[in-house]
Structures are given as structure tokens and as C-alpha cells.
């Protein structure tokens, strides 16, 4: 492979690498995943950290995000996120400060951790809806969370099964689909709910932020 430079933002130097791998998945510090990173074995510096990743013409092809070192020093395997996703990002952080994503507006915890936690679901795979936030996406589609009956039972609720034909089995399969979504966006949720598939569409909306309610919910 064609050999790539890191430029350092702090000293102006640049150490060298190679490409050594396309497509890695790396979550962020929020936990969230990031696809299509780029990898490589040039140093990452703590000055090279959110500088650029050049190829051998001096064209950006990334922007250096994070390091997997064994021995905790800045030579290992490098990893920078590509520069489109960084074009797409970037008009945002410029206007608001940050990158604004849809979301479903609910707390979601995954079959298949209830199921090795003992607990029996109608399903195997897909996406219990714990909660759903007032004035969010999923609430305004009518998607219902867990409630109680009148004796103090815990009835189910929603479980999503996929969106737009997209089987959802985890958390970061959603996270990865509204990742190409805009704000206004209309999507298909397919759920079960009493004992049947319903499609429901929800249209894409900012939703309020809100504390989580459980640590073993994500809101998504």
C-alpha cells in the first residue's frame, strides 16, 4: 500500500505509516460507534491527536482520532476517521458545537442482554422500548415503553424488530441508521406488540435531552 504521513499540529513534523486496514469500527468517548475508520502504524503523538492524516501527495485523507497502544506510549495502531465523515460533521460543530443526530427518543435495552439475564421475551433478537421521551420521535408515533397494570404488574412494551427493512439487534445497529438520516426524515419501525408486527412510521425529530433512567438503558 501507498505510504500515508501524519502531520502534527503542535510541532509541525510528520511522522510516516502505512495504510494497514480500511472499514474499522471505533467507538468515541460517548460510546457510540464509528465506522469506515482508517488505520494505520504511524505514530499518534498527543500533538498529532485531531490533526490530519495526509497521503504521499499532501491531501487529507483523515483526521487522527485515537491510538491502540499495548504499552501505553503513542507507537501502536493508529486510527483516523475518514475525511467525508468528517465533511458531513464538521458544518455542524461550525454552527451548534457540536454534531446533531436523530434519534428515536427512547430508552432501548437489547433482547438478546435480557435473555442471558433470564429473562423470557416473545422474541429473540430486537430492541425493548424501556421508555419513550415526551415530545420525542418515538412518542409522538405512538411507540409505547413498559408501564404498569392496574394490579402492579409490568406490561411490555414495544420491541423493534427493524427500521426501513434494517434488522435492528443491537443498539449500534440503530445508531448506525440514523446515522445516515436528516432531521424530518420519515422511517418504517416495525415492532411487536401483542403478539403481532406493526409498522409505525415516526418522523425524525430533535428531541429534548433528558438523564437516562436506568444505567443499563440507552438512549437512543
Not at 196 to 212: D, E, F, K, N, Y
Amino acid at each position: 500500500m501507498a505510504y500515508k504521513i501524519h502531520l502534527s499540529c503542535r510541532s509541525k513534523e510528520c511522522t510516516t505509516g502505512v495504510i494497514s486496514g480500511l472499514q474499522r469500527p471505533i467507538r468515541a468517548r460517548n460510546d457510540r460507534p464509528i465506522d469506515a475508520a482508517i488505520q494505520t502504524d504511524a505514530s499518534i503523538n498527543p500533538g498529532n491527536s485531531g490533526g490530519p492524516l495526509l497521503d504521499k501527495f499532501g491531501r487529507m485523507i483523515g483526521i487522527n482520532s485515537q491510538i491502540l497502544s499495548p504499552a501505553g506510549g503513542s507507537v501502536g495502531v493508529g486510527f483516523a476517521v475518514p475525511v467525508n465523515t468528517a465533511k458531513r460533521v464538521i458544518p455542524q460543530l461550525i454552527q451548534f458545537g457540536e454534531v446533531r443526530r436523530p434519534k428515536l427518543g427512547a430508552d432501548l435495552r437489547q433482547v438478546t442482554d435480557l435473555l442471558a439475564s433470564g429473562y423470557r421475551l416473545p422474541v429473540q433478537e430486537g430492541l425493548l422500548v424501556a421508555a419513550t421521551l415526551p415530545g420525542g420521535a418515538a412518542a409522538n408515533a405512538g411507540i409505547r415503553g413498559l408501564s404498569r397494570d392496574t394490579d402492579g404488574s409490568t406490561l411490555l412494551g414495544d420491541i423493534i424488530l427493524a427500521v426501513d427493512g434494517e434488522k435492528m439487534n443491537s443498539v449500534d445497529d440503530l445508531y448506525r441508521f440514523l446515522d445516515r438520516k436528516q432531521f424530518g426524515d420519515t422511517v418504517r419501525v416495525e415492532v411487536y406488540r401483542g403478539g403481532q408486527r406493526i409498522a409505525v412510521p415516526v418522523r425524525l425529530i430533535a428531541t429534548p435531552s433528558q438523564p437516562r433512567t436506568s444505567p443499563r438503558t440507552r438512549e437512543e
